[in-house]
């Protein structure tokens, strides 16, 4: 069994309390790590460690050399990916599969695309008849990330490649269930070369150590993604200190399906946007709108290739569909697939748990759902599950699809499906979501701006969206 600790000024070091939190892989229910439980003590000694770094040689450092230790970790999480994706699997259930070909290779895309950003960055220069103006871009300075078990070092590295290569110093808060790619990530920074302060982690609840972190008033940026409620909470507690706040939050994402649309392309791209990570992603299009002369059909063929899913052990090569985060959340899954019957639907697969071999029979496995038969205003068609759980609703015409897609008080993403370019764009003008995907799903350019509307977030991230949020802008005027 694995004891974490916090990383602080490049040490790895307990809890001021010596209170740890046990760390379960969800596939198996067995504890596979320790974490430290920490408190406020914690987060202000990661803080002032953070704020030394700024005080010393990172203060200073060079766009090259921030942009070089981006790459130096690049390179290093490249190096360990196997290792690094095995722990990943085993904190969150997830296939080895996914976490080897998605998680892993996108955190180090991330530290690279970063470098290469920060090396290529402008500034502004305006020029007036008498005087010049020119632009300094500054790091925040210190700046908190917290991040949600679903992505772990997927979503850490999104947000600490951006925050290193403009050179603030950071304090990581990652999700208690998932913390051990975070340790590593700590481990590597210091292991490249970063300089002791620069990156530090704190583990621990998010009610404790996360909230310290968000009230912490050195603390001046706070890059959040998680769920709306704590979203909200976040927002509210960092205006308190003025802070620059980054929302990443919740969404119940549309896959729309025209009857022109290519049918098999359409199935596959809504499957994938259904189910991947078991539906533990933000962006999964958990509600399918199908154009109702094209409905039962598609009903018939989604159900019979989520059947052919293989659902099982995450370490295993083929598995498609791995255990849910926690049996905590399989019981939050569970509950939506109840009120799902509740509010009149058909489960017209999956929704149960499925007979597993007994070292994963305390796993928390849940086989995926497809329900149909619900108005497409009920709460199990507008509410985050966050699980591997679709619902199926016709729509008569294009306006139809579009009101049934906006009507969510989420606005994060959506998906669709046509071989008529000009209702493409007429839809994906229509749709009230921070992206849209048309005949495609979660196909990712990391200089695009990435967020959602309404209770999905505040803010977007990507490119020079993430650039600007890590840094603040300071206009010299020099009369002439
Ligand atoms: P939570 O909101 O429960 O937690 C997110 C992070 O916030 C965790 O690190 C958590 O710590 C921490 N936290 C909890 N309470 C507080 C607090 N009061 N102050 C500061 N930090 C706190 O989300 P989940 O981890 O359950 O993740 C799932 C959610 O994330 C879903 O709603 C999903 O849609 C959303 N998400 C959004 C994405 C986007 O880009 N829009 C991408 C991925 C996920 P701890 O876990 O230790 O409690």
Redesign the pocket.
């Known amino acids: 069994m694995d004891v974490l600790h916090n990383h602080i000024a490049g040490l790895d070091v307990p809890a001021a309390s010596g209170a740890t939190m046990d760390v379960v892989n969800p596939a198996t229910n067995s504890v596979i790590a320790t974490i430290p439980d920490s408190g406020e003590g914690d987060v202000h000694s990661a803080v002032g460690a953070a704020s030394d770094a700024l005080q010393g040689s990172w203060g200073h450092a060079t766009v090259a050399e921030r942009a070089d230790l981006c790459d130096a970790i690049a390179d290093c999480i490249e190096a360990r990916l196997d290792e690094l994706a095995e722990l990943e699997s085993l904190d969150t259930g997830k296939p080895i599969r996914t976490a080897r070909s998605i998680d892993i290779p996108r955190a180090v895309a991330n530290f690279r695309f970063f470098a290469g950003a920060v090396r290529h960055q402008q500034t502004g220069f305006h020029e007036m008849a008498d005087a010049l103006n020119y632009t300094l871009r500054r790091p925040l300075g210190v700046v908190g990330l ?6 772990p070092l997927y ?1 850490l590295s999104w947000k600490a490649a951006p925050a290193l290569a403009t050179g603030n110093a950071v304090v990581a ?5 998932t913390p051990m790619t975070a340790a590593a990530l700590a481990q590597i920074v210091t292991e490249v070369g970063g300089p002791p302060g620069v990156f530090n982690v704190v583990h ?4 404790a ?3 310290a ?2 009230s912490h008033p050195t603390v001046r940026g706070i890059s ?8 909200r ?2 927002g509210a ?1 960092a205006a308190q200190s003025f802070k620059k706040v980054s929302l ?4 119940k994402n549309a896959t729309l399906v025209f009857d022109d649309a290519d049918f098999d392309l359409a199935l596959a791209g809504a499957v994938r946007a259904g189910f991947t990570n078991t539906g ?4 999964c299009g958990s509600r399918i709108l199908v154009e109702a002369s094209l409905h039962d059909r598609f009903v018939d063929a989604l159900v019979a290739r989520v059947e052919g899913m293989r659902l099982g052990d995450p370490q295993r090569e083929d598995t498609e569909l791995g255990a849910l985060v926690s049996r905590a959340h399989r019981e939050k899954v569970e509950r939506y697939i109840a009120l799902g019957v509740e509010e009149g639907g058909q489960i017209r697969t999956g929704g149960d748990r499925p007979k597993l071999p007994d070292d994963l029979a305390q796993g928390a496995f849940v086989r995926p759902a497809v329900i149909t038969g619900l108005a497409p205003t009920c709460r199990t068609a507008t509410e ?1 599950i ?1 699980g591997p759980v679709v619902t199926v609703h016709p729509f008569e015409d294009e306006a139809h699809a579009v009101q049934i897609a906006n009507g969510t008080r989420y606005g ?1 993403s959506a998906s669709v499906w046509t071989t008529d370019l000009a209702r493409a764009h007429r839809v994906s003008a229509a749709l009230d979501v921070g992206m849209v995907w048309v005949n495609t799903w979660l196909k990712r350019d990391l200089r695009v701006p ?3 509307t309404k209770e ?2 505040v803010g977007r991230e990507g490119g020079a969206y993430s650039l600007a949020f890590f840094t603040q802008d300071k206009n010299v005027c020099v009369q002439l």
């Open positions: 917290i991040t949600p078990w679903n992505l979503l808060k990652p999700s208690e269930l621990g609840a998010g009610a150590a996360g909230a972190l968000v959040f993604t998680g769920g709306t409620q704590t979203g909470i976040v507690a990443e939050l919740g969404g533990q992603v933000c962006l985050e966050f994060l990435f967020g959602g999905s977030g």
